[in-house]
Protein backbone atom coordinates (compact mmCIF):
# COMPACT_ATOMS: atom_id res chain seq x y z
CA UNK A 1 0.00 0.00 0.00
CA UNK A 2 2.76 2.52 -0.72
CA UNK A 3 1.47 4.91 -3.04
CA UNK A 4 3.86 7.92 -3.98
CA UNK A 5 7.41 7.41 -1.90
CA UNK A 6 9.17 10.29 -1.90
CA UNK A 7 13.32 10.26 -0.57
CA UNK A 8 14.86 11.39 0.97
CA UNK A 9 12.58 13.25 3.84
CA UNK A 10 15.27 15.63 4.89
CA UNK A 11 18.65 16.81 3.44
CA UNK A 12 20.96 20.08 3.93
CA UNK A 13 22.70 20.81 1.06
CA UNK A 14 25.53 23.47 0.83
CA UNK A 15 25.26 26.22 -2.10
CA UNK A 16 26.32 24.73 -5.02
CA UNK A 17 25.62 21.53 -4.51
CA UNK A 18 23.36 18.94 -6.50
CA UNK A 19 20.96 16.19 -5.72
CA UNK A 20 18.06 13.94 -6.75
CA UNK A 21 14.59 14.02 -4.71
CA UNK A 22 13.75 10.51 -5.75
CA UNK A 23 9.72 9.94 -6.18
CA UNK A 24 8.25 6.09 -7.23
CA UNK A 25 4.59 5.42 -7.60
CA UNK A 26 3.11 2.43 -7.37
CA UNK A 27 -0.43 2.76 -9.11
CA UNK A 28 0.28 2.69 -12.76
CA UNK A 29 -0.82 6.07 -12.71
CA UNK A 30 -0.26 8.45 -16.20
CA UNK A 31 1.10 11.70 -14.45
CA UNK A 32 3.10 12.97 -12.07
CA UNK A 33 4.06 16.55 -10.76
CA UNK A 34 6.40 17.84 -8.09
CA UNK A 35 5.50 21.12 -5.78
CA UNK A 36 7.22 23.16 -3.56
CA UNK A 37 5.59 24.91 -0.75
CA UNK A 38 7.37 27.81 1.04
CA UNK A 39 6.67 29.17 4.64
CA UNK A 40 3.21 30.66 4.48
CA UNK A 41 2.88 29.88 0.77
CA UNK A 42 0.78 27.55 -0.94
CA UNK A 43 1.74 24.89 -3.13
CA UNK A 44 3.88 25.76 -6.76
CA UNK A 45 4.45 23.34 -9.15
CA UNK A 46 7.67 22.57 -10.55
CA UNK A 47 7.19 20.33 -13.38
CA UNK A 48 4.89 17.99 -13.82
CA UNK A 49 4.83 14.71 -16.63
CA UNK A 50 2.01 13.43 -18.38
CA UNK A 51 3.38 9.89 -19.32
CA UNK A 52 7.13 8.51 -20.07
CA UNK A 53 9.19 10.37 -21.73
CA UNK A 54 6.95 13.84 -21.56
CA UNK A 55 7.68 16.58 -19.09
CA UNK A 56 7.18 19.87 -19.11
CA UNK A 57 7.52 23.19 -16.79
CA UNK A 58 5.07 24.34 -14.41
CA UNK A 59 4.83 27.95 -12.59
CA UNK A 60 8.43 27.43 -11.40
CA UNK A 61 10.57 25.48 -12.86
CA UNK A 62 13.75 27.49 -12.55
CA UNK A 63 16.85 26.12 -11.21
CA UNK A 64 15.52 22.25 -11.44
CA UNK A 65 15.69 19.13 -14.22
CA UNK A 66 13.43 16.32 -14.44
CA UNK A 67 13.19 13.18 -16.04
CA UNK A 68 10.57 10.44 -17.05
CA UNK A 69 12.25 7.34 -17.87
CA UNK A 70 9.26 5.18 -16.64
CA UNK A 71 5.78 5.25 -15.25
CA UNK A 72 6.74 4.55 -12.17
CA UNK A 73 9.42 7.12 -11.44
CA UNK A 74 10.11 10.82 -11.58
CA UNK A 75 13.61 12.24 -10.01
CA UNK A 76 13.70 15.41 -9.60
CA UNK A 77 17.10 16.91 -10.19
CA UNK A 78 18.28 20.40 -8.48
CA UNK A 79 21.63 21.04 -10.07
CA UNK A 80 23.36 23.83 -8.19
CA UNK A 81 21.52 24.69 -4.91
CA UNK A 82 20.21 27.94 -3.45
CA UNK A 83 19.20 28.90 -0.06
CA UNK A 84 15.84 30.30 -2.73
CA UNK A 85 15.41 26.49 -2.64
CA UNK A 86 15.13 26.10 0.89
CA UNK A 87 11.61 24.50 0.90
CA UNK A 88 8.78 21.67 1.60
CA UNK A 89 8.81 19.25 -2.00
CA UNK A 90 6.25 16.82 -2.65
CA UNK A 91 5.87 14.87 -5.42
CA UNK A 92 2.24 13.96 -6.40
CA UNK A 93 0.37 11.62 -8.90
CA UNK A 94 -2.97 10.74 -10.42
CA UNK A 95 -4.18 8.68 -13.15
CA UNK A 96 -5.80 11.42 -14.57
CA UNK A 97 -5.62 15.30 -14.89
CA UNK A 98 -8.00 16.51 -12.55
CA UNK A 99 -7.65 17.67 -8.96
CA UNK A 100 -9.77 15.23 -7.15
CA UNK A 101 -7.52 12.33 -7.87
CA UNK A 102 -3.97 13.58 -6.77
CA UNK A 103 -2.25 11.80 -4.57
CA UNK A 104 0.66 13.60 -2.91
CA UNK A 105 3.81 11.69 -1.31
CA UNK A 106 5.12 12.70 2.16
CA UNK A 107 7.16 15.73 1.47
CA UNK A 108 10.80 16.23 1.46
CA UNK A 109 12.32 18.75 3.53
CA UNK A 110 15.40 20.45 2.06
CA UNK A 111 17.58 22.91 3.50
CA UNK A 112 20.31 24.80 1.36
CA UNK A 113 22.97 26.96 3.59
CA UNK B 1 1.38 36.72 -7.56
CA UNK B 2 -1.07 35.42 -4.69
CA UNK B 3 -4.33 34.04 -7.05
CA UNK B 4 -5.89 32.02 -3.76
CA UNK B 5 -5.33 33.30 -0.82
CA UNK B 6 -6.42 31.97 2.56
CA UNK B 7 -6.37 35.25 4.70
CA UNK B 8 -6.75 33.25 8.60
CA UNK B 9 -3.37 31.40 9.16
CA UNK B 10 -5.29 29.39 12.01
CA UNK B 11 -8.84 28.78 13.20
CA UNK B 12 -9.49 27.09 16.61
CA UNK B 13 -12.98 25.79 17.47
CA UNK B 14 -14.57 23.53 20.21
CA UNK B 15 -15.79 19.95 19.51
CA UNK B 16 -19.28 19.95 18.48
CA UNK B 17 -19.14 22.99 17.00
CA UNK B 18 -19.15 24.29 12.96
CA UNK B 19 -15.88 25.43 11.40
CA UNK B 20 -15.64 27.64 8.33
CA UNK B 21 -12.45 27.68 6.50
CA UNK B 22 -12.22 30.90 4.36
CA UNK B 23 -10.75 31.27 0.52
CA UNK B 24 -10.32 34.49 -1.88
CA UNK B 25 -9.07 34.19 -5.15
CA UNK B 26 -8.65 36.80 -7.93
CA UNK B 27 -8.49 35.44 -11.15
CA UNK B 28 -12.27 35.03 -12.27
CA UNK B 29 -11.07 32.49 -15.01
CA UNK B 30 -11.16 30.02 -12.54
CA UNK B 31 -13.89 27.49 -12.79
CA UNK B 32 -13.06 24.71 -10.47
CA UNK B 33 -12.12 24.58 -6.77
CA UNK B 34 -10.76 22.04 -4.44
CA UNK B 35 -10.04 21.98 -0.68
CA UNK B 36 -7.46 19.84 0.04
CA UNK B 37 -6.38 18.39 3.88
CA UNK B 38 -2.80 17.45 5.46
CA UNK B 39 -2.23 16.20 8.69
CA UNK B 40 1.61 16.39 10.11
CA UNK B 41 4.31 14.78 8.09
CA UNK B 42 1.85 13.44 5.23
CA UNK B 43 0.91 14.53 2.08
CA UNK B 44 -1.92 16.71 1.27
CA UNK B 45 -5.59 14.51 0.64
CA UNK B 46 -8.20 15.86 -1.64
CA UNK B 47 -11.46 16.25 0.20
CA UNK B 48 -13.93 18.01 -1.61
CA UNK B 49 -14.43 19.92 -4.89
CA UNK B 50 -16.95 22.55 -6.68
CA UNK B 51 -17.58 23.11 -10.44
CA UNK B 52 -18.44 27.22 -10.50
CA UNK B 53 -22.10 25.88 -12.35
CA UNK B 54 -22.50 25.02 -8.83
CA UNK B 55 -22.99 27.38 -5.59
CA UNK B 56 -23.06 24.73 -3.20
CA UNK B 57 -21.38 20.89 -2.88
CA UNK B 58 -21.96 18.65 0.22
CA UNK B 59 -20.01 15.89 1.34
CA UNK B 60 -21.20 14.61 4.68
CA UNK B 61 -19.56 16.39 7.23
CA UNK B 62 -18.16 18.84 4.82
CA UNK B 63 -20.10 21.18 2.47
CA UNK B 64 -18.43 24.00 0.11
CA UNK B 65 -20.26 27.42 -0.75
CA UNK B 66 -19.02 29.32 -3.81
CA UNK B 67 -19.85 33.16 -4.51
CA UNK B 68 -18.07 33.81 -7.87
CA UNK B 69 -19.42 37.64 -7.63
CA UNK B 70 -17.28 38.05 -4.38
CA UNK B 71 -14.70 35.42 -5.84
CA UNK B 72 -14.92 33.44 -2.55
CA UNK B 73 -15.34 29.81 -1.29
CA UNK B 74 -15.52 28.62 2.05
CA UNK B 75 -15.27 25.07 3.75
CA UNK B 76 -17.84 23.87 6.54
CA UNK B 77 -17.37 21.28 8.67
CA UNK B 78 -20.15 20.42 10.54
CA UNK B 79 -19.80 19.03 13.99
CA UNK B 80 -16.25 19.54 14.06
CA UNK B 81 -14.58 16.45 15.53
CA UNK B 82 -11.01 16.52 16.90
CA UNK B 83 -9.75 14.08 13.64
CA UNK B 84 -10.58 17.09 11.46
CA UNK B 85 -7.42 18.94 13.04
CA UNK B 86 -4.87 19.54 10.30
CA UNK B 87 -4.18 22.28 7.76
CA UNK B 88 -6.56 22.80 4.96
CA UNK B 89 -5.35 24.26 1.70
CA UNK B 90 -7.78 26.04 -0.80
CA UNK B 91 -6.45 25.12 -4.80
CA UNK B 92 -8.16 26.53 -7.88
CA UNK B 93 -8.07 25.78 -11.47
CA UNK B 94 -9.12 26.62 -14.56
CA UNK B 95 -11.43 23.44 -16.43
CA UNK B 96 -10.01 21.40 -13.54
CA UNK B 97 -6.62 20.51 -15.01
CA UNK B 98 -4.33 19.77 -12.85
CA UNK B 99 -1.14 21.41 -14.42
CA UNK B 100 -2.73 24.86 -13.50
CA UNK B 101 -4.14 24.73 -10.36
CA UNK B 102 -3.05 27.70 -7.86
CA UNK B 103 -3.01 26.81 -4.04
CA UNK B 104 -3.78 29.24 -0.95
CA UNK B 105 -1.35 29.19 1.65
CA UNK B 106 -3.30 27.22 3.97
CA UNK B 107 -5.27 27.36 7.47
CA UNK B 108 -4.63 25.73 10.02
CA UNK B 109 -7.82 24.44 12.01
CA UNK B 110 -7.53 22.38 15.59
CA UNK B 111 -10.72 21.08 17.53
CA UNK B 112 -10.30 20.97 20.88
CA UNK B 113 -11.95 18.20 22.92
Known amino acids: NAGVTQTPKFRILKIGQSMTLQCAQD?????MYWYRQDPGMGLKLIYY???????DKGEVPNGYNVSRSTTEDFPLRLELAAPSQTSVYFC????????????FGEGSWLTVV | DQQVKQNSPSLSVQEGRISILNCDYT??????FLWYKKYPAEGPTFLIS?????DKNEDGRFTVFLNKSAKHLSLHIVPSQPGDSAVYFC????????????FGAGTRLTVKP
Open chain 1, 92 to 103: ASSQWDTGNTIY
Open chain 1, 27 to 31: MNHNY
Open chain 1, 49 to 55: SVGAGIT
Open chain 2, 27 to 32: NSMFDY
Open chain 2, 50 to 54: ISSIK
Open chain 2, 91 to 102: AATVGDNNNDMR
